[in-house]
């Protein structure tokens, strides 16, 4: 069995509650105690404490797998950003102003965010069809491989 390198979980526990971020962790624990640590590390460990999670996800938002070229195109981040608003996560001044106003545009223009992961564009505006009851157009079947999990 590998060695922990998790020095005091208490104090790990602490910087989560603190909201470090895993880049702070990181160079903190090489600071402190001369270890080296990566990323998946830190969230492994705030996953088997039951910690709360640092980002957003909700598969009825976005229930396709992107593609990495599309990962940062503006109606998947808008997405993002209201998916954080539903759960509760704080969401920059700048960023409810960005969300407000894209969300007005396609109330105005009565449309939905459609995915088509074959296509260089990526992400479609499309009229809101029946069924399509929230912000996107709800795709026949979810593709979504990284589901919800805590």
Sequence with gaps: MAAKKI??????????????????MINEYKRK???????SMWGNFRRRKGLDRRIARDDELIPWVVKEEHRWLYPVTMLRAEARRRQGFKVTESD???LNSWKEMLAEEDAVVH???D???GFFYVPRQAGDDDLIHQPEEETAKLRKRD
């Design 33 to 39: 105690y001369n270890i080296d640590t990566v990323q």
């Design 119 to 121: 296509t260089e564009d």
């Design 7 to 24: 020095v005091d979980d208490q104090e790990v526990i602490r910087w989560f509650r603190e909201g470090k971020t895993y880049e702070w």
């Design 96 to 98: 409810m102003a960005r």
């Design 115 to 117: 995915y088509d992961p």
